[in-house]
């Protein structure tokens, strides 16, 4: 044992003693990387060093842009881009907030989108770029259309088709709506040809949709035929739907008499279980077999709102309409502002989608009144013209000025109900207006 216990002794000490060794020679001969960093910090003066730092602040990469900085499309960037039109961007964000905050102006997309477009404007970071963070979410679920889609399958849960059922009819409202969409093309397509703009079919059928003021469905389309345009479009389209209650009133009243207004509906029929649970099964099947371009909307609307009335997976149901609509809302909203970089949004085209964009929004709501105002001159039920302005797919906004323009000349005249049936009709025809556009230009 005493052996033993000598030997196990006598090793500790050779250990010990080439521990010391090595460690000597490590402190006598420092590596090479140690070596060249003490040379660095001797070859760089204190001065020299803080004026190195400064040259990476965004404030000399605004007055003194890079030139090796690329835009997040791989591009190069003009100098206004990276200087000037950075600062007039900012401003821009900080507009789109006051407009989200204190106006309460469709806060739940606007603000995303506004923090966005502050992120994507920031210099040298290159947060929009490929391997930016905003850069990963476009590529993960804008490139692809899976955030627009699964923002319908929301949608589609919080919407009731039963006003739309109890009265068949008003579905022509929402349909009619949709001749902004079309008319917008039109023009953009003129204009194009005066050499006014020099937007594509594909660059025109994207702005168009703006009419339809479905959010959703814009950004799906603007991926698919322009994603140069996605920024501007999905801002003007935002912007229009917040703006309802502005734009629509004027033009409700412009095209209607005191005592078209004052018209009252009959009390909407009961729609049974079953009804509503065929519906979202028969619109699905009819997009397959006449417009399966229409479908991926088409059928995540459906979808969603068939979990809702199965009323067996309330779960599933209750995860749409909140968290998981929520968490897309927000991821969405930063990827669209990933695309108000200076050098993408602030180009002469970008104008012309704002003036197209409020156009296209005006005719829709001008054509569902008109349409209305149609259908009276045949005999049947009256229908107060006031609700075919809700035919754009604002849901349920435009529904709810409609009603708030009708009681401000009767306050007994309730309308509410009565918009929706063309509001949810109008988030169907703008998703086969969509697939139109794309079954012809895509």
């Known amino acids: 044992m005493k052996s033993i216990v000598l030997k196990l002794s006598a090793l500790m000490m050779l250990f010990a003693f080439t521990s010391t060794a090595v460690a000597s020679e490590h402190a006598a001969a420092p590596s090479v990387n140690s070596m060249h960093q003490e040379e660095t910090y001797k070859s760089k003066p204190m001065g020299t060093m803080i004026v190195d730092f400064l040259k990476t602040t965004g404030v000399v990469a605004l007055m003194h842009p890079r030139a090796d900085e690329m835009s997040a499309t791989g591009k190069p960037m003009s100098d206004f881009s990276k200087g000037v039109g950075r600062l007039i961007m900012f401003g821009v964000v900080f507009l789109l907030f006051y407009l989200a905050i204190a106006k309460g102006f469709e806060p739940l997309l606007l603000l995303p989108i506004a923090f966005g477009g502050l992120l994507a404007n920031i210099p040298i970071a290159g947060i929009a770029g490929p391997h930016g963070f905003l850069g990963v979410i476009y590529q993960a679920g804008l490139s692809n259309e899976l955030f627009p889609i699964i923002i319908f399958m929301g949608v589609g849960a919080m919407t009731d088709f039963g006003p739309l059922l109890s009265n068949p009819k008003t579905a022509l409202l929402g349909g009619a709506a949709q001749f902004g969409i079309f ?33 959703p469905t814009s950004i799906f389309i603007a991926t698919k035929l322009s994603p140069e345009l996605l920024g501007a479009i999905a801002v003007a389209s935002y912007s229009y739907m917040a703006m309802v209650p502005i734009i629509q009133p004027p033009i409700m009243k412009a095209l209607t008499n005191e005592q078209e207004r004052k018209i009252k509906m009959s009390t909407l029929r009961h729609v049974s279980r079953m009804e509503k649970l065929v519906f979202p099964i028969v619109v699905l099947m009819l997009a397959i077999l006449v417009l399966p371009e229409s479908t991926p909307l088409i059928g995540a609307f459906m979808f969603g709102n068939f979990l809702k009335e199965s009323g067996v997976v309330e779960r599933l149901s209750d995860t749409l309409q909140n968290g998981l609509i929520n968490i897309v809302t927000i991821f969405l909203g930063i990827g669209v502002g990933s695309k ?25 709501t001008a054509a569902g009144v008109l349409m209305a105002k149609l259908m009276n001159l045949f005999p049947g039920t009256k229908i107060n013209p006031l609700i075919g302005s809700a035919g754009v797919s604002a849901v349920p906004m435009a529904a709810r000025v409609s009603n708030k323009v009708g009681m401000e000349y009767d306050k007994t005249n309730m309308l509410l109900m009565h918009a929706m049936g063309p509001n ?9 207006a969509a697939g139109v556009l794309i079954s012809l230009f895509a």
């Open 340 to 364: 108000l970089a200076a050098d993408q949004f602030l180009v002469p085209e970008t104008l012309f989608i704002m003036a197209l964009g409020v156009i296209a929004f005006s005719v829709g």
């Open 183 to 215: 008319g917008t093309l039109v023009g953009a397509v003129i204009l194009s040809q005066m050499g006014l703009v020099d937007f594509t079919l594909k660059q025109a059928s994207a702005i168009s949709i703006i009419g339809g003021a479905d959010g």
């Open 424 to 432: 949810v009709a109008g988030v169907i025809g703008s998703a086969v």
